[in-house]
């Protein structure tokens, strides 16, 4: 029965975990955009604003940001799983 505990509270970890992780992706993401924006701007570009912009956000994408995201699921699982083991060791 502790097991079915631990399991709901994983379950209920994730879910909070998932609308952490897409607010700050959206959040991550708008700041990018904004930062593309007033480079263009700034630098004074000639061309199509809205795909150079676009590119700048594929290119980001794809980039160490993104995927240190990530990082909001692994590391609050692997202190769970370190918990979890410690509680229950015998």
């Known amino acids: 029965m502790m097991i079915l505990g631990w399991l709901r509270l994983a379950l209920v970890a994730m879910v909070v975990l998932t609308v952490v992780y897409v607010l700050i992706g959206i959040y991550w993401r708008s700041l990018q955009r904004e930062a593309l924006e007033k ?3 700034h630098d004074a ?20 940001k993104k ?15 370190l918990i979890f083991f410690y509680v229950n060791w015998d």
């Open 39 to 41: 480079r263009w701007a």
């Open 45 to 64: 570009m000639q061309g199509d604003r809205d795909a150079w912009i676009e590119a700048g956000m594929k290119a980001y994408e794809g980039g160490l």
């Open 67 to 81: 995927r240190l995201l990530w990082l909001i699921y692994i590391l609050p699982m692997i202190g769970f799983s």
